[in-house]
């Protein structure tokens, strides 16, 4: 039994593998997939790559091409979402703030630096014309320190996944002033080189296996009332989720790559650019 440490958000994109997990699918081919959910998100899971904590990470495309570019000795062996992520753009619900312009030179809050809430956060600017040098952050680590800040005022907004952060809508502790989604796919599937080079044929089985179940995903019965009642969303909120959400079992084009990467330059989220083959690898 061969043991691999996978690492993702604790969101509902993340379901095809647990269910994997669950129905044995992995242990039947001699492979003990320990999943641990990582609420900090991307700048945590880039870390943990790094020293060796996890093998496998499920994790936003911007993030770990911003982290390999960086040094990070991983690759990209699959696209996990292709459709955007929609971040909403999230204020407390009692807050003066009422449209995006109203944040322009207002304090962000992120989970973590490297984090996709920072990156969006750019993103965010360059497409309303702000002045990204003027971004100030605070580091909250996880959405219950976002609704601490924002309540509290020590961060005046906060962008995160538009479904997930829902409840929080609904409940009345943020108010959503508009959306901001990815120019890019949203998940991608990354291996330590390490962990790679020395298994790449137990890789290739655990993606022939999880793009088994993401191919047929919306095709489960009851699935929208299964993550309606795992993840507290209301049952119509996961039905919209559902349509927009467009899994993918292809490989990281280098046309789609190169594309990324120069989307990430002009934003200034990255200062150098990494080549294809230092970044992907198709199995």
């Known amino acids: 039994m061969k043991t691999v440490k996978i690492v993702g958000v604790p969101e509902h994109f993340n379901l095809p593998w647990h269910l994997c997990i669950e129905n044995g699918e992995f242990e039947a081919e001699n492979i003990d997939l320990q999943w641990k959910n990582i609420p900090e998100g991307t700048g945590k899971m880039c870390q943990m790559l790094r020293d060796g904590e996890a093998d496998i990470a499920v994790i936003l495309t911007e993030g770990i091409v911003k982290d390999i570019v960086a040094g990070n000795p991983s690759k990209i062996v699959q696209i996990y979402v292709q459709s955007p992520l929609i971040w909403g753009i999230h204020v407390a619900a ?24 920072q990156l969006m956060a750019y993103v965010n600017a360059h497409e309303n014309g702000w002045e990204t040098d003027n971004l100030q952050f605070e580091i909250i680590n996880t959405i219950d320190g976002a609704v601490e800040a924002l309540t509290k005022g020590t961060a005046d907004y906060f962008m995160w996944e538009r479904f997930m952060t829902k409840p929080l809508v609904d409940q009345g502790i943020f108010r959503r002033v508009g959306d901001c989604p990815t120019p890019w796919p949203s998940f991608v599937i990354t291996v330590r080189d390490e962990f790679l080079k020395k298994n790449p044929k137990i890789v290739e089985k655990i993606l022939e296996i999880i793009n088994k179940t993401t191919h047929d995903f919306t095709e489960i019965p009851n699935i929208d009332k299964t993550l309606s009642e ?31 990467q120069n989307q990430l330059f002009d934003l200034g989220i990255i200062d150098k650019k990494s080549t294809f083959v230092e970044t992907v690898k198709a199995l």
Request: aromatic share 10%; net charge positive.
């Open 230 to 260: 795992l993840f507290n969303q209301k049952i119509e909120d996961i039905q919209e989720w559902l349509k927009l959400t467009q899994w993918s079992q292809k490989n990281l084009s280098e046309k789609a790559f190169i594309k990324i």
């Open 94 to 117: 009692k807050s003066d703030f009422h449209a995006v312009k109203d944040l322009k030179d207002k304090k962000v809050a992120i989970s973590r630096i490297g984090s996709g809430s």
